[in-house]
């Protein structure tokens, strides 16, 4: 363990661009904590701004993973440019700097790189498959410099090809390996499942990225959702604790950053929306509790734009946090999604989904989720603890 942070430190002295380094440091590292510490005097003052957004820019992918809940195959949309500037402009005087990129695959937004060059004081986390990262683009990654690349592997080749398709793991690799020639920071974001949990939790998975220049790695639990909800890919209780004490060992052990987005820094699970940590926006402008759930009655255009008037007016937004508060600490989409459907339902919020978001949520079976009460495993490496106290490290800034 001890060695885990001058190697770490090594890797991004020899492995990134210098100038990228201190973008990542300033934007990303100092922004962020700036952008924390913002949020908790909000919150002492009853007052609702979220330190980062998920922002959806288009539905439309190139993929067809199993079990992924955004429509691929209707009407395309994308989030008009100057919605996406409102919400970046009202993060601004928010300290809030930071935003991850999503779709659908959001490399096919026609003006991505328009937002980059406009937007250098922000710096972009890009959820993306991975698959458009030609030399060209490559490069003009390294060139902007306030972006960094998450890209979404499920496993190695037989199971991340199983879920994503023939022929996607390879291309994948292909473009790390140019990331890591431009020295480029950037990430892996794995779905963990519980046929491939053990693959993706070991150490011969991490090493593999880590030889291919990744820095991070992002860990997210399965959820069954959409039309196609593929329950064979869930874990269990067994398994999500399994998958804490897993993620403490591999900490301890690899000179990468590995984050997960369910338990604080005394391994309590929380939701970042109902914390106000973060909400997502949809392509066509709508605010949404999380990306999983696309429901909204607010938008980003109302109150003439300012985000703030409407974060802290919203009955919809507001009200969850009290709907999960009084039910777990985890994640009720898993836990209570019959409850959750008539709390949203009630609410009279718009499904944005373009399929039969409500109907699909009605026939979801209550399954186990992150909170465990009882068998809490708190962080027991310190600078975890510190990254998830001061930063929104894996969004456990609530930690």
């Known amino acids: 363990m001890a060695f885990v942070i001058p190697r770490l430190a090594w890797r991004f002295a020899t492995e990134i661009s210098p100038r990228l380094a201190l973008k990542g440091a300033y934007l990303c590292a100092y922004k962020g904590m700036r952008a924390v510490w913002s949020y908790k005097r909000r919150l002492k003052k009853d007052e609702l701004y979220p330190p980062f957004m998920f922002v959806a820019l288009t539905n439309k992918c190139n993929l ?9 195959e209707g009407v395309g ?37 328009d937002i980059f060059q406009r937007h250098k004081d922000c710096y972009f986390q890009v959820i993306t498959n991975g698959m ?10 390294r060139e902007v410099g306030n972006v960094t690349p998450l890209i979404s592997i499920d496993g190695f080749a037989v199971n991340n090809d199983k879920r994503r398709g023939v022929g996607v793991f390879e291309a994948a690799e292909e473009g790390m390996l140019r ?23 070991s150490d011969e998975y991490l090493q593999w990225f880590i030889d291919r220049g990744a820095m991070y790695i992002w860990y997210y639990v399965y959820r069954p959702m959409g039309a196609e909800p593929h329950t064979e890919y869930c874990v269990s209780k067994e398994q999500l604790l399994e998958i804490r004490r897993r993620l403490l060992r591999l900490r301890k052990k690899h000179p990468m950053f590995i984050i997960d987005t369910y338990w604080t820094a005394k391994g309590e699970a929380f939701c970042p929306a109902a914390t106000g940590l973060g909400f997502h926006v949809n392509p066509r402008g709508g605010i949404e509790i999380c990306p999983a759930l696309s429901f909204a009655r607010d938008m980003v255009k109302d109150n003439e734009g300012d985000l703030r008037k409407t974060f802290n007016e919203s009955v919809f937004l507001r009200g969850f946090q009290k709907f999960v508060n009084e039910r777990t600490k ?70």
């Not at 067809?64 to 691929?72: D, F, I, L, S, T």
């Not at 458009?132 to 990654?141: D, L, P, Q, V």
């Open 64 to 72: 067809r993973c199993h079990g992924c809940w955004v429509e691929k």
């Open 132 to 141: 458009m990262f030609t030399e060209k683009n490559a490069a003009r990654i």
């Open 179 to 201: 990331l890591k020639q431009n020295k480029v920071i950037y990430g892996i974001a794995t779905t963990i499942t519980g046929q491939n949990m053990d693959e993706v939790m």
């Open 330 to 399: 985890g994640c009720v989409i898993l836990e209570h999604p019959i409850e959750l459907k008539n709390y949203i339902e009630g609410m009279g919020a718009k499904d944005f989904s373009t399929r039969d978001a409500y109907g699909e949520l009605a026939a979801c079976t209550p399954r186990s989720s992150h909170h465990l009460p009882g068998e809490e495993i708190p962080e027991d490496y310190w600078l975890y603890r510190f990254l998830k106290s001061q930063v929104f490290f894996g969004m456990g800034a609530a930690g």
């Open 77 to 113: 949309y994308y989030l008009p440019e100057d919605d996406l500037d409102v919400i970046i402009e009202n993060g601004k005087k928010h300290q809030a700097h930071y935003y991850t990129l999503l779709g659908g695959e959001p490399m096919m937004y026609p003006k991505i790189w």
